[in-house]
């Protein structure tokens, strides 16, 4: 075995051995000199990197030469452009010999090396090389340069290298459009090369920036390439997508060297606009001049010119159909107008309804340069005049319940009102409505939505005395009249149906103003015109009337404050019994049940009422034969047994002791039965309210007969039977009453 092939820890031992054996030879003996003998060359190297764990020759000291750094035509330089250098060191040994696949890494601030990790392979000759270029070429500053070689463990590094940026001049050359005339919207190639101005060589990696007067580019910034080589593409198009038309420039600028920017001229063909759309996407429903809402609205038509926006085309706009007294584009105009495209292409038309309601379809037209109409048109969509003034007549309030209860705070019914036109259109969004309430709490107010608002009322205090709160909802409107002339408006020779002045709060009902109650009053001040009569629904104030259309509408309502334990009217503490002899045949009963016992209210809504009735008798007759007699005994006193024997039955009468005696035919010894004579006591309502409406007709000072009368029905009561009625009002106040009627 050869010393190389042995295992490592063989090879080491021996060599340990020799060395030693060595040591002790150079130890004495001789002339007595100390000498060290030099070490004996063993062939033992450290494994190389071609193959040995990526280490080379043993070298015991490594050396790096300073960095040579080279332009790229070759030339040392401490400036580095745009063109970029080249940077290279050699690595050698002590003894001055190369040393080959040594790593070295650059370092450098604001500039590029020549791969990802700076760093580079030693070749054969010890050389390492990385070409260099300015991260910014408008860079110029200065800065230092040094590389650093590790090899063996071993590294060095160079003294740093001062060097400096250079911006170089760039000139543009070879500035070409591909077609210097264009139809509207059209596209062009553009083409430069990127120069050093200073050795006229093509320079690549120059930004070049491209900017125009109208238009746009695929690529506004571009980087030279392949001998400074530049492209990108002009379109006839803004960047809001707006058409380019006439005479405009094309500039071309590098990015480090601004005041080399070159200029070329496009000749673009005018916009010829070919299509026009309506381009309103919301549903346009205007308020008719009288009803107090906006009287004016807007649509917008939009030209396009090859599918996109033309500028300054001129467009005809004219009434398709709508009523007579609409009026577009200025106010009273009724005649076809010409319109000009803004910047977008968009033409906005102005709309002004009159007091007519009724759909709207304008026309677009598209115009020739010479002023003559084209065939291309557009037509508006869902335009319509729909919403008028409230009127009195379309006037109305709905309640959630308008009977609550009196005796707690807190019970609350939701009030809607309900307006309409006199066309029966919904009066504008945002129509206030007020409200005013002679007890409990109201909301002041709610404005309008599709026609409709809500206020809620809450009882508290305070409670009138005969337990009914007067509230009224007033709003700006029209009164009511009738159109004789047809125009859809008020003017003379039209009738008022109703005529309306000031108005009040009727908190007693009686439909006349009583300043010293201190009830509400609302004044519009008018004179000259005969009121119409007032009424629960419209209270009105005479001789406060005008013959104008403008008033302030009312609708008063009343509002029950019921107590949670019932009156009963009708319905005493007892009944009579059934008829003994048909104790089937019903007895009916009826009745009235009030919330307040000044009987002007029922009870609360949603109170619900129930009958029952309970049977108290029971009794198990006995029937003997006695000398010729049958005694029948422990009967329901007052009635008659029906006694057997075989097919023979006698009716015998019970005294009220339960006991009867009759003479009988029936042998003695026959075996008798008694049918059994107990009645079960029967008892329901057959008619009215057994839940108490949400809504009711509380009247004119007292509910309705009605919504408060029941009817009860029984049979088969016999004395001491009872019956019950069981009221239940609910929440807030819910309470449970029940009343017992016993049968005499």
């Known amino acids: 075995m050869s010393y190389s092939s042995r295992p490592l820890s063989s090879k080491l031992f021996q060599l340990t051995a020799l060395s030693l054996a060595l040591t002790l030879a150079g130890c004495g003996g001789g002339d007595g000199t100390d000498t060290i003998a030099p070490a004996p060359d063993l062939g033992v190297e450290k494994p190389s990197s071609d193959g040995n764990n990526g280490t080379g020759p043993i070298v015991g000291e490594i050396k790096i030469t300073p960095i040579i750094l080279t332009d790229d035509n070759g030339n040392v330089t401490r400036t580095i452009t745009s063109a970029g250098a080249s940077a290279k060191v050699t690595v ?19 500039v590029i090396f020549g791969n990802s990790n700076n760093t580079v392979l030693t070749n054969e000759n010890g050389e390492a090389s ?33 060097f400096s940026l250079q911006s170089i001049e760039v000139l543009l050359t070879s500035f070409v459009l591909s077609n210097d005339t264009l139809p509207s919207g059209g596209k062009t190639n553009i083409t430069l090369k990127t ?111 090859n599918g996109r926006p033309a500028a300054n085309q001129q467009v005809e706009i004219s009434k398709n159909f709508a ?24 033409v906005v038309v102005d709309l002004y309804p009159g007091v007519k309601p009724g759909p709207v379809e304008i026309k ?28 009195q007549n379309g006037f109305s309030i709905s309640m959630t319940k308008n009977v609550l209860a009196f005796d707690v705070d807190g019970d609350s019914s939701t009030i809607t009102a309900r307006l309409v036109d006199r066309v029966g259109n919904p009066v504008p969004d945002g129509t206030v409505v007020s409200f005013v309430s002679e007890g409990g709490r109201v909301t002041p107010n709610c404005t309008t939505s599709k026609g409709t608002c809500d206020v809620e009322f809450t009882t508290q205090n305070p409670r009138p005395a005969d337990n009914r709160t007067t509230v009224i909802a007033y709003v700006e409107g029209d009164k009511s009249y009738t159109d004789v002339d047809g125009d859809n408006k008020f003017s003379v020779g039209d009738i008022l149906t109703h005529n309306i002045g000031d108005f009040f709060r009727d908190d007693n009902e009686n439909h006349k103003y ?9 004044k519009r001040g008018l004179s000259g015109a005969t009121c119409a009569s007032s009424s629960l629904f419209q209270p009105n104030i005479d001789d406060t009337c005008d013959n104008g259309l403008a008033a302030t509408l009312r609708y008063q309502f009343v509002l029950g404050l019921a107590s949670n334990n019932p009156v009963f009217d009708g319905l005493s503490n007892s009944l009579p019994a059934n008829s003994v002899d048909n104790p089937k045949k019903p007895i009916t009963r009826n009745f009235k049940m009030y919330g307040n016992s000044a009987l002007t209210v029922s009870m609360p809504s949603g109170t619900t009422i129930d009958v029952a009735a309970k049977d108290k008798t029971n009794y198990t007759p006995v029937a003997e034969l006695v000398d010729g007699r049958i005694q029948v005994s422990k009967a329901e006193p007052n009635t008659i047994a029906i006694v057997k024997s075989g097919s023979t039955s006698e009716n015998v009468r019970i005294g009220s002791n339960g006991t009867g005696s009759l003479p009988t035919t029936i042998p003695a010894g026959s075996t008798l039965s008694v049918a059994d004579t107990n009645v079960t006591c029967e008892a329901e309502l057959i008619s009215g309210n057994k839940t108490v409406p949400n809504v009711i007709s509380l009247g004119n000072s007292k509910v309705q007969d009605k919504d408060v009368l029941y009817t009860l029905v029984y049979n088969s009561c016999r004395p001491n039977d009872q019956i019950k009625v069981t009221v239940v009002t609910p929440s807030p106040s819910a309470n449970t009453t029940v009343k017992t009627i016993i049968i005499e």
Do not use: H
Request: hydrophobic share 30%; with cysteine.
């Open 130 to 162: 990385i070409s260099i270029k300015p991260v910014d070429n408008t860079n110029t500053g200065s800065y230092q340069l040094s590389a650093t070689v590790d090899y063996n463990d071993l590294t060095k590094t160079t003294q740093g290298y001062n």
């Open 195 to 305: 120069k050093d101005a200073a050795n006229n060589i093509f320079q690549n990696d120059i930004t070049v920036n491209f900017g125009t007067s109208c238009g746009s580019f695929d690529t506004s910034s571009v980087v030279s390439s392949n001998q400074g080589d530049v492209t990108t593409t002009y379109t006839a198009i803004d960047a809001n997508g707006n058409l380019c038309a006439g005479q405009q420039t094309v500039t071309a600028t590098p990015a480090n060297n601004p005041a080399n920017k070159q200029t070329m001229t496009v000749n673009i063909a005018g916009v010829e606009a070919n299509s026009v759309v309506y381009t309103t996407t919301e549903k346009v429903q205007l308020g008719a001049s009288n009803s107090g809402s906006s009287n004016s609205g807007q649509i917008e038509f939009t030209v396009y010119a």
């Open 92 to 110: 050698t040994d002590s003894a001055g010999k190369p040393v080959s696949n040594a790593l070295v890494s650059f370092q450098a601030e604001s």
């Open 364 to 391: 677009a037209t598209l115009k020739l340069p010479n002023g003559n109409l084209t065939i291309i048109t557009a037509l508006s969509k869902d335009v319509s005049v729909a919403t008028g003034r409230a009127t």
């Open 323 to 346: 009523p007579e007294d609409f009026s577009f584009v200025t106010l009273n105009n009724q005649n076809p107008k010409p319109l000009t495209s803004d910047s977008q292409g968009k």
């Open 514 to 522: 009583d300043k010293n109650l201190g009830e509400f009053v609302y």
